[in-house]
T-cell receptor, first 109, second 115 residues
Framework: DQQVKQNSPSLSVQEGRISILNCDYT??????FLWYKKYPAEGPTFLISISSIKDKNEDGRFTVFLNKSAKHLSLHIVPSQPGDSAVYFC????????FGAGTRLTVKP | DTGVSQDPRHKITKRGQNVTFRCDPISEHNRLYWYRQTLGQGPEFLTYFQNEAQLEKSRLLSDRFSAERPKGSFSTLEIQRTEQGDSAMYLC?????????????FGSGTQLSVL
């Protein structure tokens, strides 16, 4: 059951520009959302989260936006850096966190 | 290193053999999760423990899969009579959770290849 969907398998942006990664979910019971970043041969690492009582959370270059009515969230990275190149997973927290399929971000110098 | 550790990092086995993986979570974490990830997909939930109790199992977890966390610390995941479709990265994660607002800390995974 694909309760969390990331419809863009890949994204390529130029260094210094904005990266926008999108995620949609179907279960209205989800109340906490996270983004994880994954490098090859490593497990996912936590990046940023947002509770459903908020619509925006910011941490340095990373901002997550939540639109509950549309069941949509997005991750903005500004400015993008080559070291941001990785696979990004959106996740929704029920006990037994559910993940999207991931978006591979490539930031070109 | 106080992160989540998994052993082995890689496992190659022949179809029909049994394999067992181990996960050592962060010591103060009460929740432990197992996920499976295949190429091009996100981590798929398999099962989770709250302390030593296994509280939820995905329907992905067939009868050939069993997980234990006997003392509420480390956990093992066993796959019996492995099949080629079991080839995947098996990820363990832990958290200190009381509700839904938790952050999972992942290990580096065990890459299983079934020949």
């Amino acid at each position: 059951d694909q309760q969390v969907k990331q419809n863009s398998p890949s994204l390529s942006v130029q260094e210094g520009r904005i990266s926008i990664l999108n995620c949609d979910y179907t279960n209205s019971m989800f109340d906490y959302f996270l983004w994880y970043k994954k490098y090859p041969a490593e497990g996912p690492t936590f990046l940023i989260s947002i509770s459903s009582i908020k619509d925006k959370n910011e941490d340095g270059r990373f901002t997550v936006f939540l639109n509950k009515s549309a069941k949509h969230l997005s991750l903005h990275i500004v400015p993008s850096q080559p070291g941001d190149s990785a696979v990004y997973f959106c996740a929704a927290s029920v006990v037994g966190m559910r993940f999207g399929a991931g978006t591979r971000l490539t930031v070109k110098p | 290193d106080t992160g989540v550790s998994q052993d082995p990092r890689h496992k190659i086995t022949k179809r029909g053999q049994n394999v067992t993986f181990r996960c050592d979570p962060i010591s103060e974490h009460n929740r432990l999760y197992w996920y499976r990830q295949t190429l091009g997909q996100g981590p798929e939930f398999l099962t989770y423990f709250q302390n030593e109790a296994q509280l939820e199992k995905s329907r992905l977890l067939s009868d050939r899969f069993s997980a234990e966390r006997p003392k509420g610390s480390f956990s093992t995941l066993e796959i019996q009579r492995t099949e080629q479709g079991d080839s995947a990265m098996y990820l363990c994660a832990s958290s200190y959770g009381q509700g839904n607002n938790e952050k999972l800390f992942f290990g580096s995974g065990t890459q299983l290849s079934v020949l």
